[in-house]
């Protein structure tokens, strides 16, 4: 069993940055992929980016390529998002979620019942 926790949202100004972390406990953490997803209202939740168990793998949706970084530290159990140049179009919750199956993660899409394990999210607002 896996808990996740994130954290790092906030408001931010159009063109700002902010760095999400999540926080894995209760199970083997470099036996997991971690990714984010986020979900604005109304709208799918979309792949944001995923990093394979060890970190030798990385993900990005298009969108988010060349903005956001993703990096984990196992022996702290974390997973982080960088972001850079926010847009009004980034605020959505931002969710981080774990599976043991890669392919899980990289999707475009999913919806909670398609990956093993979801943190509570974390409110990212980029607005002037």
């Known amino acids: 069993q896996l808990q996740l926790v994130e954290s790092g949202g906030g408001l931010v100004q159009p063109g700002g940055s902010l760095t999400l972390s999540c926080v894995a406990s209760?199970?083997?953490?470099?036996?997991?992929?971690i990714g984010w997803f986020r979900q604005a209202p109304g709208k799918e939740r979309e792949g944001v980016s995923c990093i394979s168990p060890r970190g030798t793998g990385i993900h990005y949706a298009d969108s988010m390529r060349g903005r956001f970084t993703i990096s984990r530290d196992n022996a702290k159990r974390t997973v982080y998002l960088q972001m850079n140049n926010l847009k009004p179009e980034d605020t959505a919750v931002y969710y981080c979620?774990?599976?043991?199956?890669?392919?899980?993660?990289?999707?475009?899409?999913?919806?909670?019942?398609?990956?093993?394990?979801w943190g509570q999210g974390t409110q990212v607002t980029v607005s002037s």
């Open positions: 209760g199970g083997t953490v470099d036996d997991y992929a």
């Open positions: 979620a774990a599976d043991l199956f890669w392919e899980r993660l990289t999707v475009v899409h999913t919806t909670p019942n398609m990956v093993d394990y």
